[in-house]
Nanobody, 122 residues
Framework: QVQLVESGGGSVQAGGSLTLSCAVS?????RGWFRQAPGKAREGVAS???????LYADSVKGRFTITQDNVKNTLYLQMNSLNAEDSAMYYC???????????????????WGGGTQVTVSS
């Protein structure tokens, strides 16, 4: 069983930065970040596997960075150059069976956190 608890969300002005954290209990082959805005489908943002191979959504490439601290068992998402389209509930997720190759798909993840809200004002 894997438990995930996100933190670090908040309100920021366009162009600003935020860092999300996710405390992970238990082991996983891959961890990732997803987001969901009101009225929109959940979107894969970034993922990182045990070998630190990363994947990013095109919409965040060059602006967001996913990292993991295996000692602290914590996942991070550094978000820079934020814009209003980045406003959403952000979820941390973990997979006990997928190595996260190819695409960032919610169906690859079987454990989810409760989410943390990010609001970007223009």
């Amino acid at each position: 069983q894997v438990q995930l608890v996100e933190s670090g969300g908040g309100s920021v002005q366009a162009g600003g930065s935020l860092t999300l954290s996710c405390a992970v209990s238990g082991s996983a082959l891959c961890r990732g970040w997803f987001r969901q805005a009101p009225g929109k489908a959940r979107e894969g943002v970034a993922s990182i596997n045990r070998f630190s191979n990363t994947l990013y959504a095109d919409s965040v490439k060059g602006r967001f960075t996913i990292t993991q601290d295996n000692v602290k068992n914590t996942l991070y998402l550094q978000m820079n150059s934020l814009n209003a389209e980045d406003s959403a509930m952000y979820y941390c997720a973990a997979s006990s069976w997928s190595w996260c190759r190819g695409t960032i798909s919610a169906t690859d993840f079987n454990y989810w956190g409760g989410g943390t809200q990010v609001t970007v004002s223009s």
